[in-house]
């Protein structure tokens, strides 16, 4: 039993295989169907030990659940509408938030000893694997939403893509420090080879910037070492061969590094003679709005109708948490992230190595979310929880208001 979690976890990266689909309220995924069992594996798995340091994240969390849902709650009255539809999809779409970040904490808590961190590191990389077949038998995951695809595929490229990007950025940082079983490295170095390539297929340049980010993070902290050389050495192979090969991802980059001129003009999408998707021109419209309630914001999800929101949103997650929640819940956001970062840094993360791969995957997760709204709940904020569920399972510090992030130090009878 308290291995089934492990086997069930790549079966929650698939894609839709035409089970779910638009609806309106959002998109329902194949995962919205797993996920249940899967919380009850992880509930039964995990351990009853006091102060795991996924339990640092409990206020933020918690009150940001509660704020987001006051704000919510209030639409209908402060808007003006006629009926409960806009409070309805703001709490479908909160309890989804809540229902991954429940799923999330609880695979953290199963993960309190070094035998199911390995095993851990073997689910995400079949997971990761899982992601990229369905990539390669995808191809555009655009044409998986058309009706004559029968919903095969993800709901978003940008999404998949970011997701991809804190998986290859977390499992390629195991494996260059050296981390897992010399049986999981082997495999690894091939399998994120796959992924990335997979990757390349996803067509999401968020999330290949997002990419580029958690590596430059990476080589700050690491510098050159052979694991590294050969990793980057074997990835710009693969983008010179895929840029070569297949002409959906040489023609994102074209267009995205020589883009039209008058493309450009005509959407205001360019920056420093790169497209940017009109985020710059986007992120100041939506800005704007922020003060007409700064406090509240409009509610969770709430875009459209008197909200003065763009229906497709400030293509930027913290924006739109402020936009959405108000000051109150995009700060608890931050905080959440904050104390994520801080723990990823502490003595006994860095006692079992996972200090570097989890913050560059962090990283990625954060540039990530500065591209496009991916942390509303479901497989990307489930993905950002788990690259730091191997950390959020460690013993917290007696002290945590006093954790020196530099020297040794032994929690509750835990010795690095």
């Known amino acids: 039993m308290n291995f089934l979690w492990l086997a069930w976890l790549p079966l929650l990266f698939l894609p839709n295989l035409g089970v779910g689909g638009p609806t309106g309220f959002g998109t329902l995924e194949l995962s919205d169907f797993l996920i249940g069992p899967f919380l009850a594996l992880t509930a039964l798995a995990g351990r009853r030990r006091p102060r795991l340091m996924i339990q640092g994240l409990n206020l933020p969390l918690i009150g940001f659940v509660v704020w987001a849902s006051f704000a919510t709650v209030l639409i209908r009255e402060r808007y003006g509408y006629p009926d409960h539809l806009a409070v309805i999809a703001g709490g479908l779409k909160l309890g989804k938030l809540t229902l991954y970040g429940v799923a999330g904490v609880l695979a953290a808590r199963a993960l309190t000893d070094e035998t199911r961190r390995k095993q851990f590191s073997w689910a995400l990389l079949v997971s990761g694997l899982v992601v990229a077949a369905s990539l390669f038998w995808i191809q555009d995951p655009n044409d998986a939403m058309r009706p004559e695809r029968a919903n095969a595929g993800y709901k978003a490229m940008n999404a998949v893509s970011v997701m991809m990007a804190v998986l290859l950025c977390y499992l390629g940082g195991l494996w260059v420090c050296g981390l897992g079983t010399r049986k999981w490295r082997a495999l690894a170095g091939p399998g994120l080879l796959l992924m990335t390539l997979g990757f390349l297929l996803s067509h999401g340049r968020g999330g290949w910037i997002a990419a580029l980010a958690g590596v430059a ?191 040794p130090l032994v929690v509750d009878g835990w010795e690095p």
């Open 217 to 407: 993070y990476f080589f700050y902290r690491r510098g050159f070492g052979t694991r590294l050389v050969v990793g980057l050495a074997g990835a710009a192979i693969l983008i010179v061969a895929a840029y070569n090969t297949f002409p959906e991802f040489s023609n994102e980059v074209d267009r995205t590094i020589w883009p039209d001129e008058e493309y450009l003009n005509r959407y205001a999408s360019g920056v420093g003679g790169f497209d940017d998707g009109a985020r710059l021109q986007t992120w100041t419209h939506e800005l704007g709005i922020f003060a007409r309630s700064p406090l509240l914001g409009t509610g969770f999800f709430h875009r459209g109708g008197t909200s003065g929101l763009w229906l497709t949103g400030s293509h930027n997650f913290f924006i739109q948490m402020f936009l959405e929640t108000g000051i109150v819940g995009g700060l608890l956001v931050f905080e959440t992230l904050r104390r994520m970062w801080r723990l990823a840094g502490s003595a006994p993360a860095r006692a079992i190595n996972q200090d570097v791969p989890a913050r560059s995957a962090l990283v990625a997760a954060f540039v990530g979310g500065l591209t496009g709204e991916y942390y509303y709940g479901g497989m990307v904020l489930f993905t950002l929880l788990l690259i730091f569920a191997p950390v959020g399972g460690l013993a917290m510090p007696a002290s945590p208001r006093h954790i020196d992030f530099h020297d």
